[in-house]
C-alpha cells in the first residue's frame, strides 16, 4: 500500500531536484536568448561549483554553505572563460564549432576535476544532515529547505536583475534584437560576457546546493547540461520562465518514475514528456510564435 | 563632418560597395538614393560599424571610425534608425527609448532627452507603458527615431522610415525631421522613395549596384534626364 504521505514526499523531492534543474536550466537559457550560443558545457559549471563547496567545507570543516560565494565566483570566472576563449571567438559562425569547442571544454574540466578530487563520488558534508523539520505533518530535511529557499532566493534576484535593472534590460534588448541593439549603442560583447557569468554563478550556486542533497562526480556535468537541454526546449527556447516551471515539471515526474518504476526510468520519463511537447506544442510550454 | 572615401565592402565573396565616396557637412539634410539591392543599407550598416569595409576609410569629425565596435560610434555621435523600425518588442515604449540612453554621456542626461523626444512625439509619452508591439507602424517609427535620439546624435542615419507607412504618417515622420535638423542634428536618409527623399534632401547620391552614380544638388538631381528616367518616372 502506497500512503497519500509518500506520494507527498516524492512530490517535494520532486520540487528539490526541480530547484537543481530550474539554476541549472534558466542559466542555459538565459546564454541561448542572448548570445545563440548552445553551451554544452554548462553542466561542468555546477559540477565545479559543487566540487568547490566540497574541497572547502572538507580542508576547513566549516559550513559548506559559507563557501556558496565561493562556488559563485569560480563557477562565473570559468564561465567568463568560456565565452572569452572559446565561444566569443567563433560566435555566428556554424553550430557545430560552438557544438566541439563546448564538448572540448566539458573534457578539459571533466579531467580537471579527476585530477583534482579523483574520480569517487563525494557528498559535501552539511551540520544539517539528520536534521529534520516537520510542516504539516511531513518531515522536512533542513538541507532540502535551504535548497528550495535558496533557489528561490536566487531566481528571484535573477528576475530582478533581467526585468528592473540597467544591465538586464541590455541583455533583453540583445536578445530580443541583437543589431539594433548595436545600432544603439550597447557594447554587446560586454552584455555576452555578462550573460555567461551570470550563468555561471546560477551554475555555482545550483552545485553547491546539489552536492549537499545528492552526491557529486566528475562526470555528472554532461547529464546535467542534458537536462538544462531537455528542459529549455520543453518550456520554450529563450523563456526563462518556461525553463523554471519546466525544470519543476520534469523534477517531479522523473522523482515519480524513480519512485514507481524505478531509478532506470528516470531519464526516460523525461524525455517522453519532451517527446510528447514537441509533437503537441513545438515552440514549447512558454515558446512564443512557430 | 562625416567623410566616407573609396570604401569597398564585401558579404563573404560577394562585393556589395564599390569605390563608394560621400561627404556630409554639419547641418545638411542629405538622402542616398537607389533601388531595393543597390547597397543603401549596405552603405548605413559599414558607417555604424556593423559592417568593416575591406579598403577604404570612414572620417567622422576627421577622426577615423570605421575600425571602432559600433557602440563607440554611437558615443561618438552618430545614431542609426534601422530599416524596419527593429524595436524591442517586449519591452515597454519607455524602456525602448531608455535602451537608447545607455551610453556614458547620455545616460547622465537621460531626463532631459526624454522630456525632448516627448514633446517631439507626445504620442510616446501617453503609450510609455504600453509594449511596442501593440504600438501602430506609424507610432513604431517615431519611437524608433525617438530611441536613436536619446542618444544625442549628431549625425542620424535612417534607413527607409516610409517602409510600410502610409502618406499620412510619412509627412509626420518627414516633418520631425526637419524639425531635427532645425534643433541641429544632420541627417542622412536612405529612400527608394523619390518623392519623399526630394521632399527632405538638399543634397542627393544616387546609389546603383553598390556604386555612386550621381550626386549634386536636389534641384540638379531634379533636372538630371537619366534621373527622371530612371526614378521619377515622366
Given at each position: 500500500m502506497i500512503g497519500g504521505s509518500i506520494i507527498i514526499q516524492v512530490l517535494v523531492w520532486g520540487i528539490i531536484l526541480g530547484c537543481i534543474y530550474a539554476l541549472a536550466a534558466s542559466g542555459f537559457s538565459l546564454i541561448f536568448g542572448v548570445t545563440?550560443?548552445?553551451?554544452?558545457?554548462?553542466g561542468e559549471l555546477i559540477m565545479i561549483g559543487g566540487y568547490v563547496s566540497f574541497w572547502l567545507a572538507v580542508l576547513?570543516?566549516?559550513?559548506?554553505?559559507?563557501?556558496i560565494p565561493l562556488a559563485v565566483a569560480v563557477s562565473s570566472v570559468i564561465s567568463i572563460v568560456f565565452y572569452s576563449l572559446g565561444f566569443h571567438k567563433i560566435?555566428?559562425?556554424?553550430k557545430l564549432r560552438e557544438a566541439f569547442l563546448a564538448i572540448g571544454f566539458t573534457y578539459v574540466i571533466e579531467n580537471m576535476a579527476v585530477l583534482m578530487w579523483k574520480e569517487d563520488t563525494r557528498v559535501v558534508p552539511?551540520?544539517?544532515?539528520?536534521q529534520f523539520i516537520v510542516v504539516g505533518g511531513f518531515n522536512l530535511g533542513v538541507d532540502q529547505l535551504i535548497t528550495i529557499a535558496g533557489t528561490a532566493i536566487v531566481l528571484l534576484a535573477f528576475f530582478f536583475f533581467i526585468m528592473k535593472t540597467k544591465w538586464g534590460k541590455m541583455a533583453r534588448a540583445v536578445s530580443q534584437n541583437r543589431e539594433a541593439a548595436m545600432m544603439i549603442g550597447v557594447n554587446v560583447v560586454r552584455i555576452d560576457m555578462l550573460t555567461f557569468a551570470v550563468s555561471g554563478a546560477m551554475a555555482g550556486v545550483g552545485g553547491a546546493l546539489l552536492g549537499v542533497i545528492l552526491y557529486l562526480n566528475p562526470y555528472m556535468g554532461l547529464g546535467l547540461t542534458i537536462m538544462a537541454f531537455t528542459i529549455v526546449v520543453f518550456g520554450g527556447m529563450g523563456s526563462i520562465l518556461g525553463a523554471v516551471v519546466g525544470a519543476i515539471i520534469l523534477g517531479i515526474a522523473q522523482q515519480y518514475a524513480v519512485f514507481?518504476?524505478?531509478?532506470?526510468w528516470s531519464y526516460a520519463v523525461a524525455f517522453a514528456l519532451l517527446i510528447l511537447i514537441l509533437v503537441l506544442r513545438p515552440q514549447g510550454l512558454f515558446g512564443g510564435g512557430g | 563632418m562625416l567623410e566616407v572615401n573609396q570604401i569597398n565592402v564585401f558579404y563573404g565573396d560577394l562585393q556589395?560597395?564599390?569605390g563608394v565616396s560621400l561627404r556630409v557637412e554639419e547641418g545638411e539634410k542629405v538622402v542616398l538614393l537607389g533601388s531595393n539591392g543597390a547597397g543603401k543599407t549596405t552603405l548605413l550598416k559599414t558607417i555604424s560599424g556593423l559592417l568593416r569595409p575591406k579598403s577604404g576609410e570612414i572620417r567622422f569629425f576627421g577622426e577615423r571610425?570605421?575600425?571602432?565596435?559600433p557602440y563607440k560610434i554611437v558615443e561618438k555621435g552618430i545614431s542609426h534608425v534601422p530599416e524596419g523600425r527593429?524595436?524591442?518588442?517586449?519591452?515597454t515604449v519607455l524602456e525602448n527609448l531608455m535602451l537608447g540612453a545607455y551610453t556614458p554621456e547620455a545616460e547622465k542626461r537621460m531626463g532631459d532627452m526624454l522630456e525632448r523626444v516627448y514633446n517631439m512625439f507626445p504620442i510616446l509619452r501617453e503609450r510609455?507603458?504600453?509594449?511596442?508591439?501593440?504600438?501602430?507602424g506609424g507610432e513604431q517609427q517615431m519611437l524608433a527615431i525617438g530611441r536613436a535620439l536619446m542618444s544625442n546624435p549628431k549625425l542620424l542615419l535612417l534607413d527607409?522610415?516610409?517602409?510600410?507607412?502610409g502618406p499620412i504618417p510619412m509627412e509626420k515622420v518627414l516633418n520631425v525631421l526637419e524639425q531635427i535638423n532645425k534643433e541641429g542634428v544632420t541627417i542622412l536618409l536612405v529612400e527608394q522613395n523619390v518623392h519623399y527623399a526630394l521632399k527632405l534632401a538638399e543634397r542627393v547620391y544616387l546609389l546603383e549596384n553598390g556604386r555612386i552614380v550621381a550626386s549634386g544638388s536636389r534641384d540638379e538631381i531634379v533636372k538630371d534626364e537619366k534621373i527622371k528616367k530612371a526614378y521619377i518616372g515622366i
Open positions: 545563440k550560443v548552445i553551451n554544452l558545457a554548462h576547513t570543516g566549516l559550513n559548506p554553505y559559507l563557501f560566435m555566428g559562425a556554424e552539511s551540520p544539517y544532515r539528520q514507481f518504476l524505478g531509478g532506470e | 556589395a560597395l564599390w571610425i570605421d575600425r571602432l565596435p527593429r524595436l524591442f518588442p517586449d519591452m510609455r507603458n504600453q509594449l511596442a508591439e501593440t504600438l501602430s527607409e522610415p516610409s517602409t510600410g507607412l
